[in-house]
């Protein structure tokens, strides 16, 4: 499946997030990096024979702790719970007919002058309650105790350095 803004790909051996950007380093003499990068611009860990290509991230841990989607300073508040919405959908939430309709319903809304996306108040309020439901879908995959978290953003947070008893242990 090719990967899309919706889908977190990461680094098949670390398990590390994945970003469609050749590596900022020059490869070793003789290899060829591919056009995947850690988000540090390291090359993506070398399997034999070939450059490694990034998979869909199936679990969600600390190492891919951090923000996920950027909140307020780029988008309103419909288009980051569209955005969380997206996501939990390429990650496995299930939508009824009534949710796509209202995402269909978003999708027609234009663009106001500033380029945003505003819905109607009940919209918004649908949009707001689904992007919550998508965010309880996407703990249901995390590990080590890391946690979805809508704070101006989505956020992957990372456990109490207090807490260890549940490090390896899937969210529910």
Do not use: K, Y
């Amino acid at each position: 499946m090719p990967a899309t803004a919706t889908q977190v790909m990461v680094c098949p051996e670390c398990g590390e997030q994945a970003i469609p950007r050749r590596p900022a380093v020059p490869p070793v003499a003789g290899r060829d990096d591919g056009t995947w990068s850690h988000t540090d611009g390291q090359p993506l860990c070398p399997v034999v024979d070939r450059p490694a290509e990034p998979v869909r991230a199936e679990r969600f841990g600390p190492e891919l702790a951090g923000a996920w989607l950027d909140g307020s300073a780029l988008r309103t508040a419909d288009e980051l719970s569209v955005s969380i919405i997206r996501l939990a959908v390429a990650h496995g939430l299930d939508l009824d007919r009534d949710d796509r309709e209202a995402l269909d319903a978003w999708e027609q809304l234009p663009p106001d002058g500033g380029g945003c996306r505003h819905g109607e108040p009940d919209l918004s309020e649908w949009l707001w309650e689904l992007a919550c439901a998508a965010v309880d879908h996407l703990n249901t995959r995390t590990v080590g105790g890391a946690v979805f978290e809508i704070d101006d953003g989505l956020v992957l947070t990372l456990p109490d350095e207090s807490s260890d008893d549940d490090a390896l242990t899937p969210s529910s």
